[in-house]
């Protein structure tokens, strides 16, 4: 290991190190007692007792005397990196100069070096686990062919798969619709549940929690997190913070725990389970200062909301966020979490909140009581505790919110960072339907009481007198349609609410907001109140407590009998796992070109994700879920128009049934317990019956199935050598698509239904499978044959190539055949054509979908264009060997007058370096060029060994095969 020899202090320092020398500003460093002696950093390590049990540590109170550091206004989640970093050192990665240099980060200096962090653990969730074992099963084949040893291919750090993303809502509002569901879980996914056991059996260090457990996020935060993670190497048990990284963004959720860990792709996730370090800058930190309390009636769902508009405003994507600030006291565990959670709606790496005593409150309540004496004790010696005498972090940039300025909010109809006051609800809907789905109020006169005036353009005037109101003012009356639904004639129009759905991890962790639903249902269920029949309810929590805890509390009949039964143990609508509409009520959408709406407790509400039938989707607190429920419609003013008529014919308004916060903590307080916790997660890993009834393959290669069409042996290794190619240009390159702005990876992935009419329906239906028997695109992910034919194929995707057609189509050229882009690319590869994307400002916003790089890699795709990335999908792009260019001052497709049309060359890629400069020429059908230059987005020279190599996965096979 490289020690340093000496320490010279002038107006700098430089560290003198067996292995060379470095400088570095002497700004915020302060000077060492003795400049002269040896320093040597594993003088740094030390012991731990706590009760008894004695724990190697890595002291960073002994880092900063040694290299002359003051961390005591450091950002606690640098603190948490800079403890990896030191533990770390000389393993090849990481070296005393990277240790010294994040000791005296400061504002200044963020962004401008190259670490190599190493989480303790892996998280992933089936989605983009069940792919990431599939690449695991292949490196092994691919290792033995290169004449390695395939049981090299093991993960080295622990993994826990959790099976949360399977579960649809086929049945709902009957009593055995959580049996159910779980039946065609198991029927469509018997495939990939084999698999996974025997991913079980075949790797050490991975761990499969079954299906009907919960949401990995909030198993993760209730079951899974110690805060303090333990780990015995070389025979002595090393006590180190629990950092992770997972394959779903809102692994940010656990940062409410004060355990740093943010989402990555699943190519990433699989190099670090494979012992690869994660390559990142030096972090910049955005600190939020969090004062005052909550007012009543808002809930942390309204704070999430709130956060998520002011840091997406902010522009933190890519950084680090803490939080920090009096206001935390105010804050539950729970809430924390819920912000934590949205850290990817407001584009952060993480979300990170300091460990203080709420923590180990929130773990002594969860039943892991046995994990709180260490996390004291080290959060404190390390200086990762958080107090009122601790100083405020020295942060890039801070930013302030006064909890008590939250008002009760949603979020839509299609980006969770688009907030709207609850007050301004139908206005902003009736301004949502003109501008963004081009429909007009189609009446002159709009009937309900003369409760609202609109005049032509200018919003609506609302007179003292006539409020409050006896019955709703129907902006789109006139435009109804009517349904036959349970055997009830319904109307339904612009607005109504045809799905309404309690899930997600985001709030079906926080009991505050589990509980309001229910004592807002039990009110409601009293005065009368029904659900129109036309909305497709359900409750999905995050875990199995909740639905214990709403048992005691007595409020789980009351949601019932609102329709709102558990109806599964997932993710569910939140990523797109709504089951079907009913047949007549996607036929009278359809029919009469309907805006109906979803609306739901989650964090994601992007075009086409919850329902092809659903236009306008709201994300809001579950409470407010089941009022709008009830109401059937998003066009309504809560504050003033009823819910609906009470059994005494009377109207009933939100505030009728709204519970008080008295009464939610009442509620609380009487049912949740630890003991709740610790019954509901003593058998996390062992399953249902029907999962340990599943096959269980063993064997340490895989036996592929080759009818199967869930999992198949992927071509990514197809041709592999031993060697590193060398790199070179892109020459006459076609574009594939152009696209716009806030391309999400569910416009360039889909998860959610497979259409019945595209590329990957014709090769299931080829393959013998009926449309009833599709799944998802998420649920197939470990077949790349589906996943290449549902790349680029959301419904809702704009291709400007192809004007004023949505969906997956573009143009083949030169002959300018209109086709589908699975088609377009095949002809493109079967003709050696290379294929870029052109794209525009915060391309591959979303989940970390692994497929959006490996689909966009498969279809020939060998650059991105766009104007800016967000973090996980650029860093996936590389992982796959695609390479993502970024146009530069503020420019785009659009300024250089680009039609997609072109031929496309990209200079300068055989001696590329990162963050270089390159130059694309483009060739027009007319004979003249235009050239201009983009920025190499390989922000690493560990990314640049990715990319030279092919990706991620090719990297790390040639080093096993070594």
């Not at 750090?157 to 809502?169: F, G, Y």
């Not at 002595?236 to 809102?250: F, N, W």
């Amino acid at each position: 290991m490289p020690t340093i020899d000496s320490i010279i202090w002038t107006n700098s320092i430089t560290l003198r190190y067996n292995t060379g020398t470095a400088s570095y500003c002497c700004f915020g460093l302060r000077k060492a007692t003795d400049m002269t002696q040896p320093i040597d950093l594993a003088s740094a390590r030390g012991t731990l007792d706590v009760a008894g049990t004695q724990y190697v540590i890595y002291r960073l109170d002994r880092l900063a005397a040694l290299v002359g550091a003051d961390l005591s206004r450091v950002p606690f989640s640098v603190k948490v990196v800079l403890e990896s970093l030191l533990r770390n050192v000389g393993d090849g990665s990481t070296t005393a100069e990277d240790v010294a240099a994040l000791a005296n980060w400061t504002p200044a200096s963020a962004g401008q070096r190259e670490v190599a962090f190493k989480p303790a653990r892996v998280l992933l969730q089936d989605f983009t686990g069940v792919p990431a074992v599939v690449d695991l099963a292949a490196m092994r084949d691919a290792v033995a062919k290169l004449g390695g040893d395939p049981k090299k291919v093991n993960p080295l750090s622990p993994a826990d798969l959790v099976i949360d993303h399977s579960v649809q809502v086929d049945v709902f509002g009957v009593p055995d619709a959580l049996k159910r569901n779980i039946a065609f879980e198991f029927e469509r996914n018997q495939e990939r549940y084999e698999f996974l056991r025997w991913g079980q059996q075949a790797f050490d260090n991975f761990r499969v929690v079954p299906p009907g457990t919960g949401i990995c996020h909030q198993v993760n935060l209730e079951y899974l997190a110690q805060v303090v993670f333990t780990r015995a190497i070389d025979g002595e048990l090393v006590a180190m913070p629990d950092t992770l990284v997972g394959t779903d963004s809102h692994t940010t959720m656990v940062n409410g725990l004060g355990v740093l860990g943010w989402g990555v792709g699943g190519i990433e996730a699989e190099a670090v389970l494979l012992g690869q370090p994660l390559a990142m800058l030096t972090p910049p930190v955005v600190g939020v200062r969090l004062i005052g309390k909550l007012r009543p009636g808002a809930t942390a769902t309204d704070l999430v909301l709130a956060v998520t508009e002011m840091l997406r405003r902010a522009g933190v994507v890519g950084k680090f966020v803490e939080f920090c600030g009096a206001g935390l006291a105010n804050l539950s565990l729970a809430d924390r979490a819920t912000i934590a959670n949205m850290a990817p709606e407001y584009g952060a790496t993480c979300g990170f909140f300091p460990i203080d005593a709420e923590t180990l409150r929130y773990l002594a309540g969860t039943g892991r009581q046995h994990y709180v004496p260490l996390v004291e004790a080290y959060s404190k010696l390390q200086g990762l505790w958080r107090d009122e005498t601790t100083p405020e972090p020295v942060f890039n940039s801070l930013l302030e919110l006064n909890l008590a300025d939250v008002e009760p909010s949603v979020a839509g109809p299609r980006r969770p960072q688009d907030r709207v006051a609850l007050r301004n609800l139908k206005e902003s809907f009736w301004t949502a339907m003109k501008t963004t789905f081009g429909r007009e109020v189609v009446s002159d006169s709009v009937p309900g009481a003369g409760y609202i005036r609109w005049v032509g353009e200018s919003g609506n005037t609302v007179e003292a007198a006539d409020l409050p109101v006896v019955s709703r003012a129907d902006l789109y009356g006139s435009a109804h349609a009517t349904v036959q639904t349970n055997g009830h004639p319904e109307q339904i129009t612009h607005g109504s609410t045809v799905i309404a759905a309690i899930t997600s991890c985001t709030n079906t962790s926080n009991p505050s907001v589990m509980m309001a639903a229910g004592l807002l249902a039990k009110k409601a269920a009293e005065q009368g109140l029904t659900v129109p029949s036309y909305v497709k309810t359900s409750l999905a929590p995050g875990s199995r407590v909740v639905t214990e805890y709403l048992k005691v509390a007595g409020l789980l009949p009351y949601l019932e009998q609102l329709g709102f039964g558990v109806v599964g143990y997932g993710c569910t609508t939140c990523i797109g796992n709504s089951g079907p509409v009913a047949d007549e009520i996607a036929d009278a959408v359809k029919d009469n070109n309907l805006v109906v709406s979803a609306v739901l407790s989650g964090n994601r509400n992007f075009e086409g994700r919850i329902n092809p039938v659903v236009r306008a989707n709201y994300l809001a607190s579950p409470p407010l879920v089941v009022a709008l429920a009830i109401a059937g419609t998003v066009d309504i003013d809560l504050n003033y128009e009823p819910l609906g008529n009470g059994t005494n014919g009377k109207p009933v308004y939100l505030a009728d049934i709204w519970p008080s916060d008295q009464e939610v903590s009442a509620a609380i307080a009487g049912a949740l317990s630890a003991d709740l916790f610790t019954t509901q997660y003593a058998n996390a890993f062992v399953g249902s019956e029907e999962w340990q009834a599943l096959p269980s393959p063993t064997g340490d290669i895989y036996a592929w199935n080759n009818d199967s069409t869930y999992v198949q042996n992927p071509p990514y290794f197809s041709g592999m050598t031993r060697e590193v190619p060398e790199l070179t240009s892109i020459h006459n390159a076609r574009a594939l698509a152009l696209l716009g702005d806030s391309v999400t990876t569910d416009h360039i992935s889909p998860a959610g239904s497979i259409a019945k009419d595209g590329p990957a329906a014709r090769y299931l239906i080829e393959h013998g499978i009926q449309p009833r028997d599709f799944n998802s695109y998420g649920a197939r992910r470990g077949n790349h044959e589906v996943m290449m034919r549902g790349t680029f194929a959301n419904i809702r995707l704009r291709n400007a190539m192809v004007a004023g057609v949505e969906g997956g189509v573009t143009i083949h050229l030169p002959d300018g055949a209109q086709m589908s882009i699975y088609d377009a690319a095949m002809q493109y590869q079967q003709e050696s054509t290379p294929l870029v994307v052109l794209a525009g400002k915060e391309y591959g916003t979303g989940s970390s979908r692994d497929w959006a790089a490996k689909g966009t890699f498969l279809l020939g795709v060998r650059a991105v264009i766009a104007e800016s990335f967000e973090r996980i999908h650029r860093s996936n792009l590389v992982g796959m060997g695609v390479l993502p260019l970024e146009f530069k001052d503020g420019n785009g497709w659009e300024e250089f007058g680009l039609n997609g049309r072109e031929v496309f060359t990209i200079e300068g890629v055989e001696t590329l370096t990162p963050r270089q400069d390159l130059i694309v020429r483009a060739l027009r059908e007319d004979g003249s060029e235009v050239s201009f230059p983009v920025l190499a987005r390989v922000d690493s020279t560990v990314e640049l060994d990715y990319y030279r190599n092919g990706g991620i996965l090719h990297y790390v096979l040639r080093q096993l095969a070594a």
